[in-house]
């Protein structure tokens, strides 16, 4: 691509509060999700400057059984390196015309599915395979494998009657190459290690 994304961003990772002390002292490493729902395809998954999605994911995740301080944050410092992004109309397209190839091969793909009450598919088994699929034939090609995977879901309820805004719209980013994890942290906003009710830690953001 003659023109990629330059610089560092911030993402936030929601886990078990164990997992993100030991990350942050490097007692361990995070480990690639390889569901075969994964929408971005297969890595570690991040909400890009999104904090308080992060939080949100992992306490309704891990809080209902989990003991005070289980649930918990990592930050990070990410290099997207060869980012495939999806926002780019170009990449987009590209996607767009391999799926084409690949269904005009007859090759059978499965369907996304789990409709939430938006209407919107909360497993996309489709975008998986579609994805794993694109980078095994990018490689194939003698391409340069992308490091990682960017794109925006559209998430939640309107925030208001005709509105096209929703309420947990984010953007992600799938880390394929750990390499481009700089370095992690434990966000100065720390409450949300306590076992507390997100509205309340909601608020104080």
């Known amino acids: 691509m003659l023109y990629a994304r330059s610089g560092l961003v911030l993402g936030f ?6 997992l993100a002390y030991d990350v942050v002292n490097l007692k361990q490493t995070l480990k690639k999700s390889q569901n075969d729902y994964d929408w971005l395809g297969h890595g570690v ?15 309704k995740k891990w809080s209902k059984n989990a003991s005070p301080g289980m649930v918990g944050v990592i930050g990070a410092t990410i290099d997207l390196g060869n980012c495939f992004d ?6 987009a397209l590209c996607l767009k ?12 793909l499965p369907q996304n599915t789990s409709l939430d009450d938006n209407g919107i598919h909360l497993r996309r088994e489709l ?25 925006a ?5 309107a925030l208001y009657e005709n509105s096209g805004f929703r309420e947990k719209t984010h953007v992600q980013i799938c880390i394929r190459n750990l390499h481009c994890i700089q370095g992690c942290f ?3 906003k720390n409450e949300y290690l306590i076992d507390s009710r997100f ?3 909601a608020a104080s953001y």
């Open 199 to 201: 509205e309340g830690l």
């Open 13 to 18: 990772h929601g886990c078990k509060a164990p």
């Open 153 to 157: 879901f559209m998430e939640g309820p």
């Open 86 to 91: 999806l926002l780019d109309y170009g990449n």
């Open 127 to 151: 975008d998986c395979t579609v994805l794993e699929l694109f980078h095994k034939w990018n490689e194939s090609n003698g391409l340069p494998p992308f490091d990682s995977v960017r794109h």
């Open 45 to 59: 998954y991040f909400w890009e400057h999104n904090l308080s999605r992060a939080w949100e994911f992992a306490y």
């Open 97 to 108: 015309k391999f799926h084409q190839m690949i269904s005009g091969l007859g090759i059978m």
């Open 186 to 188: 434990l966000p100065l």
